[in-house]
């Protein structure tokens, strides 16, 4: 039969034996002796109750500590009987309870590496134990005789058994002490709080004991002494049993401080009421004075000596503990992060005791980090958890990360060191996770600072309970959080899709531009058609178009809005060199001024690819509409391909020729607008050697008639209608008009007219009402007038001083390009830029 399983039936059996020959002496037990006998009794089923845990060295050692207390408590039942068995009993039991405990201290409830080297003190344990029983039996037996020689030991020798355990439990407390410091597991050093304090009050009762004998107070007899001596057996079993019960590893260390806090001021208190006892007042009402006067005081001196033990025997003095629970209490109504981290993480900080600690709380989704400076002020800045420490979180929900057991863990799990370097860089304790509703919303770091015992079981509860506290004010943050976050990410997409609507906007410009570009190509047999010119002011402007076109030159055509530019152009185009290529009209005020350049010269970047206006007139005349609307930038530009016959476009890599004849369009004269900086100096010289006036239509009076003539007819197509006439009076209602808009207002006014009438000529009622003059009068309070009057005169202010250049205007006054264009169609002033006058 095993040694496991001979021990539960041993122990009983020799406890019985002697319990009979105790009984089987004669000698009448008096109560202290039958309390010790029942004990005993009791204490021999422990074996069999330790059989079911799960250490079985542990559960070994202590079913032979129980079997050597039993054994003992039943031999001092009755000290002054005079029986061999039971004084040779005495003197083998008690020692081996001292050494036993020393070794279930190096090896229960694990072996730390540290107390690798004090496996010696075992070793010299049992060999003092083995003395100390041999010394106590020499003196219990009869004289020997060894040798020849005569052995005597005085009977007084036994006492070296009980100093003997004394000592030894002494040495098993300062192991157990030791534990904190050698590398143990939490785990282990909560269980090792049990043990702790039974051994605590063993060592403590036995010296009393001792003292009482030694300095004469009580006899080795006295009931005094036997209940010192049981108390402190029972304390010991019991205290280990608590050390191997899995149950209650948490709480046995703050149970056992609050029963030694108990059972200290149950102490001093009674020593109070032992020498107040014969000085207690006889009075009802001063007693009970007194008595409450004392219940206050013992309340007062249990929470100063409870602070006392705390300090002594809690984790790293209980600074850990304290700051869990003030953090606790703090974060109650926390609604920020800053708030949330200043109240949990300043206590941490502090209880760390180093300033360069750093507690810190890390949230994801969005990816924060909060900590406190050494005043205690919050501070959140946008940081990613380490990589290896959010994979470890996120494997295993729920688990606190601990650095000491992971760093002794290392040798063997090398793909642990990215963990333990992350929370070495951290100088992190441990790594608290923070998740609700079994979701990862953060982690909370503890600073190790200059602690270096292990995290104990109770710490890690309080850290999980405080994890649990700080659950709701962060789920809470983190949502918001997120609200934000997605409100920002919708405002920079609402941002980028306004952008991109502008540049699609750009892009539909462009694209109309190239058709209306395609358009004036298959056009050009009406744009060729003979110009309308009696007056002599249209007589001189086509003899002076016969001699620029002749000429290898860019030329500019100066005329205002709804003047005939497209024609004059063609006729330029049609009477040159380059007449056989093709004729390329664009409108440089329907293009923003940053596109100007890759509308102009082409783009081959990632947007897309566009030819550019110069590729498209290749061989033929480009007719450049309001060239002013060109930025500064792209006017340089263009003088410069002027002069080298070559561009090149955004994106592209290389240049290309320009084989272009360019006319240029302005509304003032180029030159005016170089002086004012309002136009590239170098194109102005090159456009104005070869200058083509346009004369307005209240300068052509002579050719009128017969505009009004043609201007019928094409009313009349676009209609469907037969050609009407025009009644005398109705014409010279328009040859008294001043035509501020031109031809393209004559051809709007006469549109009406047609649309109006029903008659087979046009008659005066049909026309329109035309504007009278309008004379310029500076207001003298510019806020005069109603808010779209006002907002009238400044758009008109701003097209008049940006030259009809729509986007400068825009710029002028601070509005997006759109949202100009939108405000003239809503104000109905006439979009100088849109469209063009057909050919006469």
Known sequence: MSQGRMLPLVGPALVLYLVVELISSGVPLDAAAWVLVSFALAITVLPFVLARQEEPEGVRRLSWVAMCVAVGLVATAMPGLLSPPLELAAALAWPWVGSLVIDLALDTPDRPPGLARARVIGALAHAAALAAACVSMLAVLPEIELFGDVLLVPASASVLAPIMVVVQLVTALAVRLARRRLGSTPEALASNGGALLGIACGAATGAAALIAVAIGAY???????????????????????????????????????????AALTASALGAVLAWLSDRLPSDRVALGVLSAAFVATAALVYRLIAAFVETLFAPDGGRLLRAIAEGERASAGTRTLEELAS????????????????????????????????????????????????????????????????????????DLRALVDALEQLEALCVVPIAAAG??????????????????????????????????????????????????RAMAQSERLEERIDALEDELTRLRADTRTLKAGRASDRLAAPAIAYSPAMRALVARIGEVAVVDAPVQIVGEVGSPIDQIAHLVHAASPMRDGPFVIADCAAIRPERTAAALFGDEGEAGSHPGWLRLATGGTLLLIDVPALSLETQAALGEAIATRSARAEGGASAYPVDVRLVAHSRLEVNALARVSAFDAELARRLEPLRLDVPPLRERREDLPSLVLLALDRACRALGREVLGIEESAMSVLLAYEWPGNLRELQSVIDRAVARGSAPRVVESDLPALPQPKVDVVASDPLDGTWT????????????????????AARLLGLKRTTFLDKMRRAGIEDPGEGRSAAE
């Open 219 to 261: 006899d080795a007899g006295a009931s005094v002494v036997r209940g010192l001596v049981c108390t402190g057996a029972v304390a010991i079993l019991a205290g280990h049993l608590a050390m191997l019960d899995a149950r209650r590893p948490i709480h046995a260390a703050r149970a056992s401080r609050r029963v030694v806090s």
């Open 343 to 414: 109240a949990v993480l300043a206590p941490l900080r502090r209880a760390a005791r180093t300033r360069d600690a750093r507690p810190v709380i890390q949230t994801l989704e969005p990816a924060k980090q909060a900590s406190v400076d050494a005043a205690g002020m919050p501070k959140v800045e946008a940081r990613a958890m380490s990589p290896a420490l959010l994979e470890r979180l996120m494997d295993r929900p729920g688990e606190i990360i601990v650095l000491a057991p992971l760093r002794a863990m290392v040798v063997r799990r090398p």
């Open 439 to 488: 979701e990862l919303e953060g982690a909370l770091v503890v600073p190790r600072g200059r602690r270096r015992a292990p995290v104990t079981l109770e710490e890690i509860a309080a850290l999980e309970a405080l994890a649990m506290r700080l659950t709701g004010p962060l789920a809470m943050h983190q949502a918001e959080a997120r609200a934000q976050d997605r409100a920002a």
């Open 789 to 808: 009057e006002i907002e009238l005169r400044a758009l008109r202010a701003a097209l008049d001083r940006a030259g009809g250049n729509k986007s400068e």
